[in-house]
């Protein structure tokens, strides 16, 4: 059976995306950040919970803050992108579930009192919602350049609060010369998928 989406989509998403390390001066703007969130808002979230929370940089006295706490590899790239996101989890995010999850509004109390455990599924699926974003960038025509090559302890500190765990800094923009390395090779189907 083949896929649903247009290969040309499939392309643009996947197979011909790419990381990105150079950028183009191009600016990403503010309605493009809006139009790839209101894309992956609808991705899937365990109780349709929403901890995913983006501080884009855009300052160039942000962006001396935030390079200072990158790792050397990741800091030219982080210097000259066009955009920087960063990508946090809320730990606080179970105080909208009543809004967001309004069949099951009990979910909040139920299951998120205590905060390891909203630690734990903030992350995860802040986690889930940080890959949305970055097939969202892809949707725009953008490339994305995602690090963890990060003090994120500093970063917490420069950019978030306690309740706030960095998980990611995204580098985002059109891609410029030699953008990506060579592609890696992936796993085949029969070495990942197996029935029980």
Do not use: C, W
């Amino acid at each position: 059976m083949s896929l649903v989406l247009d290969p040309t989509a499939q392309d643009l998403l996947f197979r011909e995306a790419r990381t990105a390390n150079t950028f183009t001066d191009e600016p990403v703007t503010d309605e493009q950040v809006q139009a790839i969130y209101d894309l992956v808002k609808y991705g899937p979230t365990a109780f349709n919970q929403t901890p995913l929370r983006i501080t884009l940089v855009r300052s160039p006295e942000a962006r001396e803050r935030l390079v200072r706490h990158m790792a050397e590899g990741n800091r030219a790239k982080t210097a000259t992108a066009p955009l920087v996101a960063i990508l946090s989890a809320d730990n606080e995010f179970h105080e909208e579930l009543p809004t967001l999850l309004p069949a099951f509004p009990q979910a909040k109390d139920l299951f998120f009192s205590e905060r390891p455990a909203r630690e734990g599924s903030a992350a995860l699926n802040a986690a889930l919602q940080a890959a949305y974003f970055i097939i969202g960038v892809r949707a725009a025509g953008l490339a994305a350049g995602p690090m963890t090559g990060v003090d994120f302890e500093g970063v917490r500190k420069e950019f978030l609060d306690d309740d706030h765990t960095p998980l990611i800094v995204v580098n985002i923009g059109k891609p410029g010369e030699g953008a990506s390395y060579p592609r890696s090779p992936r796993l085949a189907y029969d070495e990942v998928v197996t029935t029980v």
